[in-house]
């Protein structure tokens, strides 16, 4: 099982990126599957989370402004990232939680 990010790189505050996960064979549309943060000095977090039939939540500090979808045609999960701040550079890796199924993550950096 694998896992693949797409989309970071460097961003303007207030910027509005979005990521794309996708993984080989069938690993995505049966899963819930997480979006988590490992930012400097920081722990690891999980951001914003989708089941298998579309229910969503949220970390409080992205709540409002990032949105997690999925596409089951495309077997892909995407993070929209929307009013970006320097505090939310960070890579961002897509899995599924309490495996060891996880992508390398795609830096996100904040900057002006």
């Known amino acids: 099982v694998q896992f693949v990010e797409f989309g970071g790189g460097l961003v303007q505050p207030g910027g509005f990126p979005r990521l794309s996960c996708s993984g080989n064979g069938n690993v995505i549309n049966p899963y819930t599957i997480d979006w988590v943060l490992q930012g400097p000095g920081k722990e690891r977090e999980v951001v914003a989370t989708?089941?298998?039939?579309?229910?969503?939540d949220y970390a409080d500090s992205v709540k409002g402004r990032f949105t997690i979808s999925r596409d089951n045609n495309e077997k892909k999960v995407y993070l929209q990232m929307n009013n970006l701040k320097p505090e939310d550079t960070a890579v961002y890796s897509c899995?599924?939680?309490?495996?060891?199924?996880w992508g390398q993550g795609t830096q996100v950096t904040v900057s002006s």
């Open positions: 899995g599924i939680r309490d495996t060891i199924y």
């Open positions: 989708i089941t298998r039939g579309g229910t969503t």
